[in-house]
Nanobody, 121 residues
Framework: VQLQASGGGSVQAGGSLRLSCAAS????????MGWYRQAPGNLRELVAG???????NYADSVKGRFTISRDIAKNTVYLQMNNLQPRDTAVYYC????????????????WGQGTQVTVSS
């Protein structure tokens, strides 16, 4: 599975960005898709996730400002980020969980290459 993320960039505080991530190359169901971020010197942290059924979860720090959505047909996940703040500056990584239904059903996790989001005050 390949994950291609796009949409990062530089904005001023209060601005908005929309990240997109398309999954390709899978012959199986993609269950959960989501976004993590990592700022310099920090651990990678979950930003938001969405299941195939549409259930979502968010980090407390982004609730009310970020919205995750998904296009099942396109295997694409989006992250609408509003009211961005300098603390949101990080590399954002897309993730996808593939459900492999073979003799031993299991899941496999994939990561995108990361896209930089920079918010200036």
């Amino acid at each position: 599975v390949q994950l291609q993320a796009s949409g990062g960039g530089s904005v001023q505080a209060g601005g908005s960005l929309r990240l997109s991530c398309a999954a390709s190359g899978s012959q199986n169901i993609i269950n959960v898709m989501g976004w993590y971020r990592q700022a310099p010197g920090n651990l990678r942290e979950l930003v938001a996730g969405i299941t195939r059924g549409g259930s979502t979860n968010y980090a407390d720090s982004v609730k009310g400002r970020f919205t995750i959505s998904r296009d099942i047909a396109k295997n694409t996940v989006y992250l609408q980020m509003n009211n961005l703040q300098p603390r949101d500056t990080a590399v954002y990584y897309c993730t996808a969980e593939e459900v492999v239904m073979d003799s031993t059903p299991h899941t496999k996790d994939y990561w995108g290459q990361g896209t930089q989001v920079t918010v200036s005050s």
